[in-house]
Structure formats: C-alpha cells, structure tokens
T-cell receptor, first 118, second 113 residues
Framework: ETGVTQTPRHLVMGMTNKKSLKCEQH?????MYWYKQSAKKPLELMFV???????ENNSVPSRFSPECPNSSHLFLHLHTLQPEDSALYLC?????????????????FGPGTRLTVL | QKEVEQNSGPLSVPEGAIASLNCTYS??????FFWYRQYSGKSPELIMS????GDKEDGRFTAQLNKASQYVSLLIRDSQPSDSATYLC?????????????FGKGTKLSVKP
C-alpha cells in the first residue's frame, strides 16, 4: 500500500447505527486530519492530530469521535448520525515542519469514504 | 473569520489555451499556499505549493503569489481535456495549529476539445 488509504470507500448507515471509518498513511508523516466535504461547501476541517495528540477540534458534534492510536492510523467513530451528515469524509496526512518561522504543511489526501445516512 | 475566495466558475477554455485560476485570502498572516485538483467523485490531489512571492513553475503549471495583494493564482498552459476538474485553493496560516488549511470552494474548469 502506498500513500493514504481509507476504508470503507462507501458506507450506508441508519441514524441509530454505530460505525467507524479507518485511515492509514504510509508516508511516515507526523500529522493526520479528518475533513468533511459536502456539496456546494468548501472542505471543512474536523480534527487534527499532531504526533498522536489532538490539536484541533473544529466544533464538531460529539456524534463524531476521532481516535489516533499511532502516527499511521486514524479512526472516526460515528454514532446516531443525522441525514445532514451525509458527505464525503476525507483523511489527510502531512509532515509538519517549521522553517524560519513559516509552516510547511503539504497535505496528502486519501480517496475518501462516501457516507450516506438514511 | 479567515476566508479563501475563488470564483466558482465554470471556467471554460479551448484545448491548448491558457487557463487562469484565481484565489484571494483574508488573513495577512498566511504563510503557505496550495493548489489541489479534484476530479469528480475523487479526492483532492496536491499539484502545486508556493511559499514566497513570485512565480513557481512545474511543467505546464505556474503558481503566482502576491502577498501584498493577498492573491494567489494558478496558470495552466496548453490546457488539455484531462485538466477538466475542480481546482481548490488552500491557505495555511502561521500561528496556532500549523496544520490548519483553509480551503476555497473551488473553481470548476472545463477544457473543450
């Protein structure tokens, strides 16, 4: 496997189900991200993990729960979702570095999980 | 509220022409700038990054940055039908969480044969 992988690629779930999305990066990066992409809206950053610590939680509802057991793996646990949560969920990774006070942060995306909540 | 603005398009150009995609951003503290290409139904793919004022060329792509005007652009020379996609501009602001990229809504490009 190369790059960033995500499973499953497609997921249909009812509002009472519990499911998890998985992301794995094979790039040796030290940061991982979850994004949500809905139609007609820009990519929304949900969570950031840097060196396995969560450093950002962009006011995401508690029905989304991230987990980062190590620097290569990232999970998004889903429970009691709403139909408006239907979207493409993207995982990304980067090697965060600072040089002369500037941040260099090229992020590489996985293929995404297309989630439909019925 | 930090924002990144792009014309949603669609921008239509004939094959072989130069496509010019533009992006403005609101935060003067922004340090790093990226262009992603996203084909329909696919995830974003990084195609260019630029960190200092001026031009950066990579094959048929040229990124241009003007921090004073808070403006970044992407030129695609000799446009091909395979360049038809949505192009996302992303900006990384210095300070706070370095990992935060703010994305624009994207410009849809259509290259007509």
């Amino acid at each position: 496997e190369t790059g960033v992988t995500q499973t499953p690629r497609h997921l249909v779930m009812g509002m009472t189900n519990k499911k998890s999305l998985k992301c794995e990066q094979h790039l040796g990066h030290n940061a991982m991200y979850w994004y949500k992409q809905s139609a007609k809206k820009p990519l929304e950053l949900m969570f950031v993990y840097s060196l396995e610590e969560r450093v950002e939680n962009n006011s995401v509802p508690s029905r989304f729960s991230p987990e980062c057991p190590n620097s290569s793996h990232l999970f998004l646990h889903l429970h009691t979702l709403q139909p408006e949560d239907s979207a493409l969920y993207l995982c990304a990774s980067s090697q965060e570095r600072m040089t002369f006070g500037a941040a260099y942060n090229e992020q590489f995306f996985g293929p995404g999980t297309r989630l439909t909540v019925l | 509220q930090k924002e990144v603005e792009q014309n949603s398009g669609p921008l239509s150009v004939p094959e072989g022409a130069i496509a010019s995609l533009n992006c403005t951003y609101s935060d003067r503290g922004s340090q790093s700038f990226f262009w992603y290409r996203q084909y329909s139904g696919k995830s974003p793919e990084l195609i260019m990054s630029i960190y200092s004022n001026g031009d950066k060329e990579d094959g048929r792509f040229t990124a241009q940055l003007n921090k004073a005007s808070q403006y970044v652009s992407l030129l695609i020379r000799d446009s091909q039908p395979s360049d038809s996609a949505t192009y996302l501009c992303a900006v990384n602001t210095y300070g706070g969480s370095q990992g935060n990229l703010i994305f624009g809504k994207g410009t849809k490009l259509s290259v007509k044969p």
